[in-house]
């Protein structure tokens, strides 16, 4: 069997010898160059860019009617494009019709020789050659009708043929793209659990990050924590926190827990570097805060213990500024706390703003201020704070108190004989 290819030369071959016109025609325009374009032009739908290659196309390509023009398939092809014009539906529609014209036609040229055959039998009267002559037309018509409807019957055949192979093709295409899609489907679902994962990680790694930081904050807590009711806050970068306070940002700061004992009362310092309430931009704010304890059950409530705050001068003079206050055992800054830590309450104009914005200031060195705060829990007397604070922190806290307890027993004494000596004259007065 023929290809299609094979089938559609062989037709218009044959279309020549049919009468159809396939002869080049001399281009209409050709000294007409600026409106080559006319209508009456069959490359008008071709564009050129001169007149030599517009001739150039139409002499070596020309347009030609369909060979099926006789049977409704009126469209001019050029011979280039005759494959693709025979897989039309209408070429392939005229092409049945033409078909079954051929058919008609084959039967009715065998039913012309029967006849024939049947009226030349009982009348001898026509001449041999005339008989002959007219059975060898009808057959050569025969056979050329044959021809053409086997190459017909090919070309569809071959039509048929690639019909089905486009289809299975397309069939093949549809069951690969409905796969990909399911592989995309499952993709996107593989990527999306993966996400999610990923998020489950983040955040769990989130939540390590911040417990490792509490242990780390509550590890240092511990190894800076003072079990004696005093506590030294060492505050760096204070030039960073004035900035911040002044601006709104951290208007406070608290300084880490320290203990009265190992199970007392829990504590801390709140200091705000701009001031707090009235004492804004004109004092620091230095507050003393109650935190909640593991102990606190079993403690006696209110606090009511004495507060001493002291800014260590750095410059050895033993200027220090020193402030104290007894708690108001009726507000709820000295109950039991019920949350993490109550409302802090203490010296709102602790120190001068001026006193430490100055460039040689004594209580500001490198950037750091230190802090100390002295619980009283042994009502130790006020004249012997100034004492206490002078002592040199680097000695063992029970060294310092032995050095408190003497310093306070030789203040005694020496008021005692000084109140001894002026006692004669004071009767010697009376009398």
Known sequence: MKPHNAVASNVYDNAQESGYETQ????PHQQQASVHTSDDCDNKKRKCSSLEEH???????????????????????RRSEVHEHCLTKLHQNCLLLCIHHYVLTI????????????????TKTDSDLSYTESISDLYEQNTQLYETLTILTGG??????????????????????????????????????????????????DIIQHELTLAKQTMNNSQQANYDGTFIWKITDVAKLKISAESGRQPSIYSPPFYSSFNGYKMCMRLYLNGDGLARSTHISLFF?????????????PFHFKVTFCLFDQSGQQRHIIDSFR??????????????????SGIPKFCPLPMLMQDENNYIKSDTMFIKCIVDFGEIPKMILPYTLSLNIGLPDYVQKHMIKTEIERRNQLSSQSQTINLPSTFQSCA
Not at 289 to 301: F, S
């Open 107 to 122: 039967h009715a040229g065998m039913n012309n020789i029967q006849i024939s055959a049947d009226r030349s039998k009982p």
């Open 289 to 301: 805060v109650l935190m909640r304890g593991e102990y606190d059950a079993i403690l006696k409530w």
């Open 327 to 344: 708690p108001d055992v009726k507000s709820d800054s000295f109950q039991m706390p019920k949350t993490s830590m109550n409302v802090a």
């Open 55 to 77: 001739t150039f196309v139409s002499s070596t390509d020309p347009l030609i009617p369909c060979v099926l023009a006789h049977w409704g398939c009126r469209d001019k092809i």
């Open 24 to 27: 080049e025609k001399p281009h």
């Open 156 to 205: 569809i055949q071959t039509l048929m043929q690639d019909a089905t192979r486009s289809t299975n093709d397309f069939a093949y295409l549809t069951s690969s793209v409905n796969q990909y899609c399911q592989e995309k489907v499952k993709l996107q679902q593989a990527v999306e659990e993966q996400g999610v994962q990923l998020r489950n990680i983040q955040m769990n790694q």
